[in-house]
């Protein structure tokens, strides 16, 4: 495996699982925040807004996905993983308290 591909895996757990709450909350009708809102990462966002920033993570992650050859196992698949972990249990910090008033 080279970096390039070790890199690539990482990034494509990182876009893929940040797609899934934004692509969740917009199909369903729900305002969460996305880079776009004010403040940046704090203040909500449209559903619409959610499922247009969820659709290029899609498209980038599913591409640096094959680029890392994540499909094949071994390495990059866990190092894939380990992406999905970590934004995950970062995002899962960050918006805690997005719904406290």
Same mark, same amino acid.
Do not use: E, Y
């Given at each position: 495996?080279? %970096? $390039?591909?070790?890199?690539?895996?990482?990034f494509a757990g990182l876009l893929l699982a940040n797609a899934v709450p934004h692509f969740v909350h917009g199909i369903s009708g729900d305002r969460f925040p996305?880079?776009? $809102?004010?403040?940046?990462? =704090?203040?909500?966002?449209?559903?619409?807004?959610?499922?247009?920033?969820?659709?290029?993570?899609? #498209? +980038?992650?599913? $591409?640096? %996905?094959?680029?890392?050859?994540?499909?094949?196992?071994?390495?990059?698949?866990? +190092?894939?993983? #380990?992406?999905?972990?970590? +934004?995950? +249990?970062?995002?899962?910090?960050? %918006?805690?308290? =997005?719904?406290?008033?």
């Amino acid at each position: 495996m080279t %970096f $390039a591909q070790a890199l690539a895996s990482c990034f494509a757990g990182l876009l893929l699982a940040n797609a899934v709450p934004h692509f969740v909350h917009g199909i369903s009708g729900d305002r969460f925040p996305t880079p776009f $809102a004010k403040p940046p990462g =704090k203040g909500l966002s449209s559903p619409t807004v959610n499922v247009l920033w969820s659709l290029p993570n899609l #498209a +980038i992650g599913a $591409a640096l %996905f094959r680029a890392g050859r994540v499909a094949g196992g071994g390495a990059a698949l866990g +190092i894939f993983c #380990a992406g999905v972990v970590a +934004i995950s +249990i970062l995002s899962s910090l960050r %918006f805690a308290g =997005k719904d406290a008033h």
